[in-house]
């Protein structure tokens, strides 16, 4: 099984501070991510701080 994310940083609408956008995010699903099925399949949207999706991160077979 491998995890895979994907954050598209020009899709958002928070660009004044991409590092620290990058920062939130990955903190933010590094700790959600408890909540979801080890299982090929889970996964979620990814949002910036304002809402906007801006990627998504799932559990897929290798």
Wanted: no cysteine; proline share 6%.
């Amino acid at each position: 099984m491998k995890f895979v994310l994907e954050v598209d940083l020009s899709a958002g609408v928070v660009p004044d501070d991409l590092n620290g956008e990058l920062g939130r995010i990955l903190r933010y699903w590094a700790g959600n991510v408890k909540h979801y099925p080890l299982e090929p399949g889970a996964g979620e949207t990814i949002s910036d701080s304002a809402y906007a999706p801006v990627g998504w991160w799932r559990f897929v077979d290798e």
